[in-house]
């Protein structure tokens, strides 16, 4: 019998657990301005069913030179503001390396880099062009046992289907960026996540949270059917 109470008007709990790339360290990059606001998303990510969090704050040469201890600095300041705010979640901190002649210089030398689970490394290149070192720096850091991750691989104007499949022939691991699905950054980059969902070449979702506008837009896209449709791949994202 029909009754308005059976209407399903609750948004599906999907089964994302864990994420693996955000900016929640204040200071540290161009995410979140304040302790406060990191609590702000990190209460949207709660609420949308997140247990684990890895932040990744930018590691770049030019602008962005963090090094392991300030990060875990940032995480031990931001654990203790959590504490104090009663929020109940599991924070590690890692970080999205841009790859360029520096990092790949880091690998090379074997410098010691931040990574999450086993040895998952998240890397992410400029927009434009496919850096010159690009299947060199995935060779060698592969030889290296690194796990490479490669971050919004449809945010990149250089990306195309025979280039995404030529890196995941590679041994390159895909994360999504879930802002992209709902059109967040442009609908070439929409068009593109939507493609890569298609063929199922998605490895992880990441939300990529810089502030508490993002994360709101965050929660509202779970009732998107293409988001939807993404957490039912097989990602690795609660295995971590
Ligand atoms: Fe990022």
């Known amino acids: 019998m029909f009754s308005l109470f059976n209407k399903k008007t609750e948004v599906p709990k999907i089964p994302l657990k864990v994420d693996i790339h955000s900016h929640l360290l204040a200071g540290l990059d161009d995410g979140v301005k304040s302790l406060e606001e990191a609590i702000d998303v990190i209460n949207d990510l709660v609420e949308m069913g997140f247990e684990k969090l890895v932040t990744t704050p930018h590691v770049m040469n030019d602008t962005y030179r963090n090094e392991p201890t300030g990060i875990q600095n940032g995480l031990t300041e931001l654990e203790q503001h959590l504490a104090n705010n009663g929020i109940n979640i599991e924070l590690q901190a890692a970080a999205e390396y ?28 400029n927009f434009i062009s496919e850096p010159l070192q690009m299947k060199e720096f995935i060779f060698q850091a592969s030889s290296q046992g690194y796990r490479l991750v490669l971050a919004h691989p449809e945010r990149y104007g250089y990306m195309t289907m025979e280039k995404a499949e030529d890196l995941r022939n590679r041994g390159v691991f895909f994360q999504l960026n879930s802002l992209s699905i709902g059109g967040m950054y442009s609908k070439s980059v929409r068009k593109m996540a939507l493609q890569l969902i298609d063929k199922g070449w998605v490895d992880f979702l990441g939300s990529d949270c810089h502030n508490p506008v993002q994360s709101k837009i965050l929660k509202a896209l779970q009732k998107n059917k293409h988001y939807q449709r993404a957490c039912s791949l097989s990602l690795l994202n609660n295995t971590l």
């Open 98 to 125: 841009y790859l360029d002649e520096f990092l790949y210089a880091r690998i090379i030398n074997k410098e010691s880099l931040l990574t999450f689970g086993d040895k998952y490394l998240l890397f992410e290149t």
